[in-house]
């Protein structure tokens, strides 16, 4: 079967291009020919370019004098960042072209997802139609669709009841966004887990580039939390652990601060670490497809509900803590995690076959 993906390929982010990847590889491993659509909308790759005005833009002359020379020092952090996803892309996801006027009928089933592809606010301030099929003559389905909503307005409401009937099937990847759903549309919603963690560590292992740096705490969130900083560094003296931290942007260089580490180096940091912690989503799938002692941290948002949705399945409750809480240290019983864990990933392969097929 030749099976096209629609997701988020384009962003220089560690989990949107591995799950990508993973979607991938566990598609082929089936039989089929499998392209990822090379969908770049503007929205989606301007905050990633390598000179953009906005880095040191401000309207503040003040701001804008000290990010101007930040941005002289980040400069060639961010160029050095940018060509490592880019070859990455190029390399392992098997792109074709994205043509806006495409019915898709080179294909036999498009795939949408996974990652949060139905948030408005990352696809530019409103639903991004593409994500949802566009004009597609072939059967399509979504995998592990995800927000960020806690609630929908009557005319969120409106848009999903219209633009979900015409998929085969509608799988997401949390709970809490099928329970929204799963009253406006005449169709079961499924709930299946992130495509890295159908993938598993035998897709990734192959290629995971392995860190030189040795006993280490592994640190990983998006943006930069002082919360977190001071929560990780007391779980690093009482383990007797250097901090490394993996980046989601470039910033200012710092002793154990990982910048520029490519997805296949990113992959091999989760592999090697002693202990992880993380406000990731994909931070956590990668601690618990490598059964990692971790713990994440709350930050009392939507975003929690990614972790906690997973978290929940595999009764993993007690390793997400509130920022004041005090960690316990006791270890992750992974006998039991993996086998609810394997028991979500057969589910998931069954709802992608029988959509399939």
Same mark, same amino acid.
């Given at each position: 079967m030749k099976i096209g993906i629609i997701t988020f390929q384009c962003a220089h982010n560690y989990g949107a291009v591995l799950q990508a990847f993973g979607l991938k590889e566990v598609l082929k491993s089936s039989g089929n020919s499998v392209n990822i659509i090379n969908y770049r909308p503007p929205y989606k790759i301007n905050s990633y370019r390598k000179f953009n005005p906005r880095n040191w833009l401000s309207k503040n002359p003040y701001k804008c004098i000290i990010r101007f020379f930040t941005e002289i020092i980040v400069k060639p952090t961010r160029i050095k960042r940018w060509y490592g996803f880019e070859h990455f892309m190029n390399k392992y996801l098997d792109l074709c072209p994205y043509d806006k006027d495409d019915d898709y009928s080179a294909f036999q089933a498009l795939v949408l997802g996974s990652d949060q592809i139905w948030n408005p606010g990352l696809t530019g301030g409103n639903?991004?139609?593409?994500?949802?099929?566009?004009?597609?003559?072939?059967?399509?389905?979504?995998?592990?669709?995800?927000?960020?909503?806690?609630?929908?307005t009557e005319e969120q409401k409106e848009f999903f009841s219209n633009a979900l009937p015409k998929l085969k099937q509608v799988s997401v990847r949390e709970s809490s966004l099928a329970n929204l759903l799963q009253p406006i549309i005449n169709k079961k919603v499924f709930t299946v887990v992130d495509p890295t963690l159908l993938a598993g560590k035998d897709i990734f292992d192959k290629i995971a580039i392995s860190p030189k740096e040795k006993k280490y705490l592994?640190?990983?969130?998006?943006?930069?939390?002082?919360?977190?900083?001071?929560?990780?560094?007391?779980?690093?003296?009482?383990?007797?652990l250097e901090v490394i931290e993996i980046v989601s942007h470039p910033m200012m260089p710092r002793k154990g601060r990982i910048q520029t580490a490519s997805?296949?180096?990113?992959?091999?940091?989760?592999?090697?670490?002693?202990?992880?912690?993380?406000?990731?989503?994909?931070?956590?799938?990668?601690?618990?497809? &490598?059964?990692?002692?971790? &713990?994440?941290?709350?930050?009392?948002?939507?975003?929690?509900?990614?972790?906690?949705?997973?978290?929940?399945?595999?009764?993993?409750?007690?390793?997400?803590?509130?920022?004041?809480?005090?960690?316990?240290?006791?270890?992750?019983?992974?006998?039991?995690?993996?086998?609810?864990l394997e028991k979500e990933v057969q589910y998931s392969k069954e709802y992608l076959d029988n959509a399939l097929n």
């Open positions: 639903f991004d139609k593409v994500y949802f099929g566009g004009n597609a003559k072939c059967d399509i389905i979504s995998y592990a669709a995800s927000s960020r909503f806690d609630s929908l592994l640190l990983y969130q998006i943006g930069q939390w002082d919360k977190l900083n001071a929560f990780t560094a007391k779980i690093a003296r009482k383990l007797d997805p296949c180096e990113f992959i091999g940091y989760f592999k090697n670490a002693s202990f992880v912690v993380t406000t990731s989503f994909h931070g956590l799938a990668f601690s618990l497809m &490598y059964n990692k002692q971790f &713990y994440c941290l709350k930050q009392n948002t939507n975003a929690d509900l990614r972790l906690l949705s997973l978290l929940n399945k595999l009764g993993l409750n007690n390793r997400f803590l509130e920022p004041d809480e005090e960690p316990a240290f006791d270890n992750i019983d992974f006998l039991s995690v993996n086998d609810k």
